[in-house]
């Protein structure tokens, strides 16, 4: 079992920035892959970033591409993702997400077996 607890996300303009952590508990952090993800309102959830165990590798969904920067910090249990150059369609709830079995990232929240809670971000135009 991991416990995840999501915190950063708020209300920001157009063209800013927030970085989203999420903080691990529970089984070792450095085992799981990790993800982010995000919903809208009336909408599926969205891939946004992975990253490996390690760190070495990461993936964005295309909409985040060259915006979003995921990494992780094994010795504080922690997922970052800082967002920049935001955009009003990137409001959703932010979800962080564990995979113990992979060794690779991958864009299938069926994937993932733990979850958080979710942040809130606001982007205004």
């Known amino acids: 079992q991991v416990q995840l607890v999501e915190s950063g996300g708020g209300l920001v303009q157009a063209g800013g920035s927030l970085r989203l952590s999420c903080a691990a508990s529970g089984r070792t952090f450095s085992s799981f892959v990790m993800g982010w993800f995000r919903q809208a309102p009336g909408k599926e959830r969205e891939f946004v970033a992975a990253?490996?165990?390690?760190?070495?590798?990461?993936s964005y969904g295309d909409s985040v591409k060259g915006r979003f920067t995921i990494s992780r910090d094994n010795a504080k249990n922690t997922v970052y993702l800082q967002m920049n150059s935001l955009k009003p369609e990137d409001t959703a709830a932010y979800y962080c997400?564990?995979?113990?079995?992979?060794?690779?990232?991958?864009?299938?929240?069926?994937?993932?077996?733990?979850w958080g809670q979710g942040t809130q971000v606001t982007v205004s135009s």
């Open positions: 990253i490996t165990r390690n760190g070495a590798h990461t």
């Open positions: 997400a564990a995979d113990p079995t992979r060794n690779y990232g991958t864009t299938r929240y069926q994937d993932y077996n733990y």
